[in-house]
């Protein structure tokens, strides 16, 4: 049977899905990222299905999300620095595995769906025991995602509440966990991306014009792949999780 488990490492509430028998037994780990006022439970039907051929699935609540939600009324602003804190969650996350003798052979993946996308690239630039990763409809350009988001915000006059020289120092912070400036940090680790071809939302040309830039830093073509969906908007499809578990099986 597969076992749903909550548990709390350091500050962060998780979710540990395995198969009840192999609960104390090293495995394949996968941490899967929830997108942006989404929560740890919304993903459990993909942690499901890679639970069933042998992993262990941790799904954590990102800052301000989740049982870590708040009275914060400004949310919207904190949203990269909400990334910024999955970096953190991430290295506590593998801590608390080696400690516990749970990973094996260190096949630690991370995967993660729109914010939980956006955070698995940047990740990448941070960590390099990730073995895998697996983005779903989010942006390995996140300087220009943030860039994009501010003049949407001029446009529309929304109250932005930072002078131009705050905004230009969190540019300056994201774009050293940009992936798409530090291309080399890939290292051939596998890589998959799924991004329905309409989002309007985290735009689809970020994940695909990227990934015909990284496809040259492969040697073996098959260790990163594109997965669009036409017509697809921003909201991951049964499809798109079939494909991203049959694809991490394969290489994480």
């Known amino acids: 049977m597969i076992g749903i488990y909550k548990e709390y490492w350091k500050n962060i509430p998780v979710l540990v899905i395995v198969q009840d028998d192999k609960k104390e037994k090293a495995l394949p780990v996968l941490t899967y990222l929830h997108g942006y006022t989404s929560a740890k439970e919304h993903n459990l039907p993909l942690a499901f299905l890679m639970a069933e051929r042998g992993y262990r699935i941790v799904l954590p609540d990102c800052m301000l999300h989740g049982e870590r939600t708040n009275d914060n009324k400004n949310k919207d602003k904190e949203f990269f620095t909400i990334i910024e804190q999955n970096l953190i969650d991430l290295q506590i996350i593998k801590d608390?595995?080696?400690?516990?003798?749970?990973?094996?052979?260190?096949?630690?993946?991370?995967?993660?769906?729109?914010?939980?996308?956006?955070?698995?690239?940047?990740?990448?630039?941070?960590?390099?025991?990730?073995?895998?990763?697996?983005?779903?409809?989010?942006?390995?350009?996140?300087?220009?995602?943030?860039?994009?988001l501010v003049d949407k915000m001029k446009q529309t006059n929304d109250s932005i509440n930072m002078s131009d020289q705050e905004i230009d120092s969190i540019y300056d912070s994201l774009s050293?966990?940009?992936?798409?400036?530090q291309l080399n940090k890939l290292n051939g680790r596998p890589l998959f991306f799924w991004h329905g071809e309409n989002d309007s939302v985290v735009p689809f040309s970020h994940s695909y014009d990227f990934y015909q830039q990284a496809i040259?830093?492969?040697?073996n073509p098959e260790s990163i792949r594109f997965l669009k969906e036409v017509g697809r908007g921003h909201k991951v499809s049964r499809f798109a999780t079939l494909e991203t578990v049959d694809w991490l099986e394969m290489q994480l």
């Not at 390099?128 to 860039?147: C, N, R, V």
């Not at 050293?176 to 400036?181: E, P, W």
């Not at 040259?216 to 040697?219: F, M, P």
């Open 96 to 148: 608390q595995l080696d400690s516990r003798n749970l990973l094996l052979d260190q096949r630690f993946g991370v995967a993660g769906t729109s914010m939980g996308g956006i955070t698995t690239a940047a990740a990448l630039t941070q960590y390099d025991w990730i073995k895998a990763a697996a983005i779903l409809m989010g942006s390995p350009k996140i300087t220009e995602y943030a860039k994009e």
């Open 176 to 181: 050293k966990i940009d992936l798409s400036k």
């Open 216 to 219: 040259n830093y492969y040697k």
